[in-house]
């Protein structure tokens, strides 16, 4: 039962909660089914490929990787060690800091987000950006920063120091 | 390698497609702990959930609760088997075509979504329209509107005949 205090949505904010929640689910369906068709790559691997590309020396640490993409630790370590299998990831034990360990991109990992970056682009246009004017895209943006809040994914920093040395494994 | 007929995104576009995928992972992430921290269901559930208390007799043809979740009909069959199991939904043959089956809620579902609803809505409120100006819910409404297309949610016919025979299971 509701509680007197219960802060009810409004017929607009119910409105606009269930067109966003259509939109949502339909946008990451077509970009999941797009990426596993034509790449054979989840879309939370892609995001973890394009992280790790664009980080200095194309590594980052386990717990930054894992803040950047909002993933809990385990389900991340479970997504990088599937990279790993495929040769896209190497992961080493960080210097500077005994418990922690560093995901780094391999040249093939950086073949295969570049062989899938087109097609992924092609569908999030269809998907999301030829459907909408420039002011929306503008929009688009402060919503979501202000949804996403304090979080800044891909602005945390990397591994202070270089990582050089290999997995023991 | 990027053919040279691939769209790319521009820099407002990336920038709005990063922090939307920002938005949509925080926030349904803090939507789906809520439910279940303090109702133990699942998102997607819920949904379903809401689905069927809205429609006439609170029931809905398996195939049109598909569509109206944007689910595949697999994966909406194992959830509809999840919410059996709790007895919060029960699946009745539809007599209008033999192929199909209806879920109907019961009233112990029905309770389950009036226990579950008032912090579900709080939660709502506080990762997003607490978050928003008035104008930002109607530019995501119509933003919302633009992604999901032809989508709509809800919308479906429900099962043409009542459906009152029981389950042959």
């Not at 664009?54 to 990088?80: D, I, N, P, W, Y």
């Not at 570049?114 to 402060?142: I, K, M």
Request: hydrophobic share 40%.
């Amino acid at each position: 039962m509701a509680e007197p205090t219960t802060r009810w949505l409004t017929s607009e904010e119910q409105h606009a909660w269930r067109l966003f929640l259509t939109a949502t689910q339909t946008l990451f369906s077509a970009v999941e089914g797009q990426l596993q068709r034509d790449s054979a790559i989840a879309h939370g691997y892609y995001e973890i490929l394009v992280r790790l590309s664009e980080a200095e020396g194309r590594e980052l640490r386990m717990s930054q990787l894992a803040e950047a993409s909002t993933s809990s630790k385990s389900r991340l370590s479970h997504a990088v060690a599937r990279l790993e299998e495929r040769g896209w990831v190497q992961r080493l034990d960080c210097p500077t800091d005994r418990r922690g360990q560093v995901a780094r991109m391999t040249d093939a990992g950086y073949a295969a987000l570049e062989a899938a970056a087109p097609g992924h682009a092609e569908q999030v246009r269809r998907s999301v950006f030829d459907r909408l004017t420039g002011d929306q895209v503008a929009q688009l943006a402060a919503i979501s920063e202000a949804i996403a809040g304090g979080a800044q994914p891909g602005e945390t920093p990397i591994c202070p120091l270089p990582c050089d040395n290999e997995l023991d494994e």
